[in-house]
């Protein structure tokens, strides 16, 4: 009996074990200087359930750098109960949000809530979201999303979803999880490089390069379905792509005709690829701005340099001067902003630039940063970066003030894409 | 004479060994000197060795045996010291029109992966353009890049990255596994 006992918890145990690598974990390593001080007690209802949404909620909230939260185990409250604003004011609340949770006749699970101001002494609003009993963590995902709008004034990005890319044993794996790094699902295993993963502007598709067929091809990839389908597939290196702002074209780097070139091709892959831009040397890593306007990388002045393209294949113009090695461009979703990567000292680090006033910020004290990436609403930029010889995940505050790691125990996790708002 | 010849030829073989290095599966070694051994092996153009390339690709002693040319940091011109090695290349490929070579152009690990792919790829096409210029054929040469995504030296620091800062001269059939 014993010995049946010790295996089960052998069993559980590399289980967990195994489940633990494939999950990202998230560290804080730096937070903001004035945080808004809230208080998320335990759901009513359902106990198990109420932990888990209260949980997520408070660790969201926590993890964005931009609240610190208030001791409030003790209070026994749900969406309906009268709030003694005065306690908690007197207890450094700004914020308290109840709520519930129960299961509804349909057998899935609804969670409702109220947020309150308490300086104030009002209601900021309230929802009510019912999901499936094994998206809970979801539902507490919306409820953050909820407080971080109300009290912050900006879109919260809890609910979307990151892509990235796993280097382990031998293996790569295209990996897409929560925006906490939870909930991580495998599209695409290979024994073959998979890079420059970038998401549809709907979000359900995703568009990369792998080296699957022993040379760089560009795929398009639905991830509900798991269907995907060659976009740019010439002679030579198909690679870089980037979709248009109606998700209709990538913009992909072809080098069919001996030089590294930017051409936008129909993302379905149908018809023929059209040169948008023509130097003697490298342009790669387009990038479409909101306006239509094109991002990319060039050495035409003989070293990488960022450039922009007016929209519809017109103007070119040097936007970045500092330095000799300024790469991978990402305008923000705003397109008041570039994120970019600068050498500085041998050292490859991120930077941003106030597109308007061209003033140009470093954030980080790194060595390796690459491949970075916007949160959908501009406050935080994902990069891949290098600690201990060992590839992992780092996002950063477009202020540079906050700072948070993730990594895979079981590998080197690169080339991040952080995806769009859910619809 | 002999008695001198031989001693001369395989000292000299010993210099080229220790600046060349042997092919990594070692089937060009066409001589055994280990052991004291004096026996030497006639090396005759055309004739093929156990993988099925030319001796006169893999012996140690030739130019044509040394396959890869290194570049600078962010640079794809040719250095004057690869000059003679490109040379012999294009004029094995000028004297053997049946054989074809895939250019791998690799790059450092720092830096944008999407850049270094092409990058890697003005590696290659830079080697291309030589071999081309010298007399080799369009459909001889191939040029790919495999940017930083395929290390040769896997560690980090100076030397790694000036080994894998690189274009490589493949010959089709046993320098390759499988097509690319």
């Known amino acids: 009996m014993l010995r049946v006992f010790r295996s089960f918890l052998l069993f559980f145990g590399l289980l967990a074990a195994t489940l633990a690598q ?61 709030i003694a604003y005065a306690d908690w004011k007197s207890r450094g609340a700004d914020a308290i949000a109840a709520g519930s949770v129960r299961r509804a006749a349909d057998g899935r699970m609804e969670a409702r809530f109220r947020l309150y101001d308490t300086q104030k002494e009002e209601s900021l609003g309230g929802a009510a979201y019912v999901t499936g009993s094994d998206q809970l963590r979801a539902a507490g995902h919306r409820i953050a999303d909820f407080i971080y709008e109300k009290l912050t004034g900006e879109k919260g990005v809890f609910s979307t979803r990151i892509a990235y890319v796993v280097k382990s044993r031998g293996q790569y794996l295209l990996q897409i999880a929560d925006a906490d790094g939870q909930g991580a699902a495998t599209a695409l295993t290979s024994a ?85 831009a023509t130097s003697t040397g490298i342009d790669t890593e387009p990038r479409f701005a909101p306006d239509g306007s094109l991002f990319f990388t060039s050495d035409r002045g003989g070293s990488p340099q960022i450039y922009r393209m007016a929209p519809g294949g017109g103007t070119v113009q040097r936007i970045s001067f500092e330095g000799n090695y300024n790469v991978s461009p990402r305008p923000s979703v705003d397109g008041k902003t570039l994120a970019f990567i600068t050498r500085r000292d041998n050292r490859y680090q991120l930077a941003v630039m106030d597109l308007t006033s061209r003033q140009v910020q470093v954030l980080t004290d790194s060595n390796k940063d690459e491949s970075p990436s916007f949160a959908p609403n501009g406050r935080m930029i994902l990069i891949a970066t290098e600690i201990g010889g060992r590839g992992v995940l780092s996002a950063v505050s477009s202020d540079g003030r906050i700072k948070q790691r993730l990594s895979v125990a079981a590998g080197d996790v690169r080339e991040p894409a952080w995806g769009p708002f859910l619809k | 004479m002999n008695k001198l010849l031989l001693p001369a030829l395989l000292s000299l073989f010993v210099l080229a060994c220790s600046t060349t290095p042997l092919p990594e599966d070692g089937t ?153």
Do not use: C, M
């Open chain 1, 22 to 82: 494939a999950q990202l974990s998230i560290e804080i390593t730096g937070a903001g200087a004035n945080r808004i001080p809230v208080a998320i007690p335990n759901l009513a209802g359902d106990e198990v359930a109420a932990r888990i949404i209260a949980a997520t909620v408070r660790a969201d909230l926590e993890r964005s750098g931009l609240f610190s939260l208030v001791d409030a185990r003790d209070a026994d409250l749900d969406e309906n109960s009268p």
């Open chain 2, 28 to 180: 060009g070694a066409p001589v055994e000197t280990r052991g004291g051994s004096t026996a030497v092996t006639p090396v005759a153009a055309g004739d093929l060795d156990a993988s099925g390339l030319p001796r006169a690709l893999t012996d140690p002693a030739s130019t044509l045996s040394q396959r890869s040319i290194y570049f600078d940091l962010d640079r794809y011109e040719i250095k004057g010291e690869y000059q003679s090695l490109v040379a012999a290349h294009a004029k094995f490929l000028v004297d053997n029109r049946g054989f074809k070579v895939l250019i791998q152009g690799n790059t450092d690990e720092r830096g944008s992966r999407e850049y270094n792919l092409a990058l890697g790829q003005k590696r290659a096409d830079a080697v291309k353009r030589s071999l081309l210029l010298l007399g080799a054929r369009e459909d001889q040469l191939e040029s790919v890049s495999l940017g930083k995504e395929k290390p040769r030296n896997t560690g980090s620091g100076e030397e790694a990255w000036a080994e894998n800062r690189r274009a490589d001269i493949l010959y089709r059939g046993a320098d390759l596994r499988g097509e690319f």
């Open chain 1, 192 to 276: 073959e490089p998979i890079i420059s993963p970038v998401w549809s502007p709907d979000g359900s598709q995703l568009a990369y390069v792998s080296f699957e067929k022993k040379k760089p091809i560009v795929y398009v990839h639905s991830l509900a379905s798991g269907r995907r389908h060659i976009a740019a597939n010439l002679k030579g290196s198909n690679s870089a792509p980037a979709w248009s702002p109606d998700g209709g074209k990538l913009a992909v780097v072809l080098s069919k005709d001996g030089n590294s070139q930017i051409y936008l091709v129909n993302a379905d892959g149908s018809g023929a690829p059209q040169r948008l």
